[in-house]
C-alpha cells in the first residue's frame, strides 16, 4: 500500500526564520564569515525573487482564467517555499518538474536554499508598526523513519520543526494542526485542513502572516459609500477611503493602466495597478517579472488624491490541478520519487492547500492610534480611485520579494 504525504499551504500575512547555522570560529572570523553568508544569502534571495515573481504571475493566470470574474489573493513566496522546501526529499524527474515549474533551473540548488533562508531571517525581522511571520511544520506519522539529512537540511535551511503526529487517528490530527495553524496567524486562518486521507504520513504546512499599518494612513472620518463597479458594469456600494498626500503614481501607455505605490511602515510596499476601463485582460496577459520591473520604474513621486475600498477578502485554494497544469505531476503519484524524505516508504503528496486572507483599512492592516502630518508642494493632485476591478502586489523592497498578489473584483468577497 502506497503511503500518501500530504502537503499544506496556508497564508494570512508574511514571513519568519532563525539566523544562519553556527560555526566553531574566532569571533572576527565567525562575523566574517556570517558577513560572506548574509551577502551570498541576499544576491540569491535577489535572484529567487525574481523567478518568484514570474511563478506568481503564472499561477495567477491560471487562477483567473478558472474563475474569471472573481477575486484572487495568494502569496507566491508562501508556495514556492513549501515547494523549494519539499524538493530537498525528491530526486530525479520529480525535482526536474519542481525546479521547472518554479523557475529554479539554472540557480544552484545550494544557493537557491541559501536564498530561502536569508529571506525568511530578513521578513522575520518586526517591530511594533509591522509583524511578519513565516513557519513551516512538518506533522510526521510517529512510526515514519525519515532521512536524517532531510530532517536536518529543512530544520537548517528552512526552520521548519518536525511535530510527531498519530496519523492513525485522523480527528486529532486534524485538530492539532488547524490548532497550529491558527495560533500561527492570531487566529487569522481557521480550519485549515477539512480532512486528512487515510493513508497520510506526513503533512507539510507552511503559514504566513502579515500586520502592518501604512506609512501614511487614512483618516476613517472621510470613509464614505460610493460605488465599486463589478463585472457587467453593475454598481457596488463600499465603504471608500481617501488619503490626498505624495505618493509614487504613473501611467502606463503600452499596457493601460495607472501604477500606485504606496507604503507601509517598514520596507514594505502596496502595489496597485489599476487597469483602464475595458483593459483589464489586456493587463493579466502583460503580467511578467520584467513588466513589474517597468512599472516601478514609471512611477514618480506626485501628490495624489486616493481613493481606495476598506476590504476584507480570502482565498482558499486546492492547488493540485492548477499545479499540475504548470507542469508538476509526478510528486501527486505513486511513481514519484521522493526517497530522500524516507527511502523505506513509497510517498506521493496528497494535496495542496492554500488560505489567504487580506484585510485593507484606514490604518493598515492593524487599527493603531495616531497620524502625521506632511508638507505637500503646490501643484494639482492626480486622482486615482479605485472604484473598479484592480491588482495588488504587496512587496518586500530590499529583495524585490512579491510576497501576496491579488485580484480585488469585489470588495464584499
Known amino acids: 500500500m502506497n503511503s500518501t504525504l500530504g502537503l499544506g499551504l496556508l497564508l494570512a500575512g508574511l514571513l519568519a526564520v532563525k539566523g544562519f547555522p553556527q560555526h566553531h570560529l574566532s569571533p572576527n572570523s565567525h562575523v566574517a564569515v556570517n558577513q560572506a553568508q548574509a551577502w551570498k544569502g541576499r544576491r540569491a534571495a535577489q535572484e529567487l525573487a525574481r523567478r518568484n515573481t514570474d511563478f506568481g504571475f503564472q499561477l495567477f493566470k491560471k487562477l483567473a482564467a478558472k474563475s474569471p470574474g472573481r477575486n484572487i489573493f495568494f502569496s507566491p513566496l508562501s508556495i514556492s517555499t ?122 507539510l504546512v507552511n503559514s504566513i502572516f502579515f500586520l502592518g499599518r501604512w506609512q501614511h494612513e487614512f483618516d476613517p472620518k472621510v470613509t464614505k459609500e460610493e460605488d465599486f463597479m463589478l463585472d457587467g458594469n453593475k454598481p457596488l456600494k463600499v465603504p471608500m477611503m481617501f488619503r490626498g498626500g505624495m505618493s509614487k503614481v504613473g501611467h502606463d501607455d503600452q499596457h493601460s493602466c495607472t501604477v500606485l505605490e504606496m507604503p507601509y511602515k517598514g520596507n514594505i510596499t502596496a502595489i496597485f495597478i489599476l487597469p483602464d476601463k475595458d483593459k483589464l485582460e489586456r493587463v493579466e496577459e502583460a503580467m511578467v517579472a520584467d513588466v513589474l520591473d517597468s512599472w516601478k520604474k514609471i512611477v514618480t ?56 486572507k487580506l484585510k485593507m483599512d484606514e490604518k493598515g492592516t492593524e487599527a493603531a492610534a495616531g497620524t502625521a502630518a506632511e508638507t505637500l508642494p503646490m501643484e494639482k493632485p492626480v486622482e486615482v480611485k479605485l472604484n473598479r476591478t484592480f491588482l495588488m502586489i504587496i512587496q518586500e523592497e530590499n529583495t524585490d520579494s512579491m510576497l501576496f498578489l491579488a485580484k480585488i473584483a469585489n470588495p464584499n468577497g
Open 301 to 356: 513621486r506626485r501628490v495624489v488624491d486616493v481613493s481606495v475600498p476598506r476590504f476584507s477578502i480570502t482565498g482558499t485554494y486546492n492547488l493540485k490541478d492548477i499545479l499540475s497544469h504548470l507542469g508538476i505531476s509526478k510528486i501527486f503519484e505513486e511513481n514519484g520519487d521522493l526517497t530522500r524524505i524516507s527511502p523505506h516508504r513509497s510517498l506521493k503528496v496528497g494535496e495542496v492547500f492554500h488560505k489567504a
Open 82 to 203: 513549501a515547494f523549494s522546501m519539499l524538493s530537498l526529499g525528491a530526486q530525479g524527474s520529480t525535482l526536474d518538474e519542481i525546479k521547472q515549474a518554479f523557475n529554479f533551473f539554472e540557480l544552484p540548488d545550494k544557493d537557491r536554499h541559501e536564498g530561502f533562508h536569508y529571506l525568511i531571517q530578513r521578513l522575520n525581522q518586526g517591530d511594533q508598526d509591522i509583524k511578519l511571520n513565516l513557519s513551516n511544520v512538518l506533522f510526521i506519522e510517529e512510526r515514519l523513519q525519515i532521512q536524517r539529512k532531510f530532517l536536518a537540511n529543512v530544520k537548517n535551511l528552512y526552520n521548519a520543526d518536525p511535530v510527531p503526529t498519530d496519523f492513525r487517528n485522523l480527528e486529532a490530527a486534524q485538530k492539532q494542526i488547524n490548532d497550529y495553524v491558527s495560533r500561527k496567524t492570531h487566529g487569522n486562518v481557521n480550519n485549515l485542513i477539512k480532512n486528512i486521507d487515510p493513508g497520510t504520513v506526513m503533512l
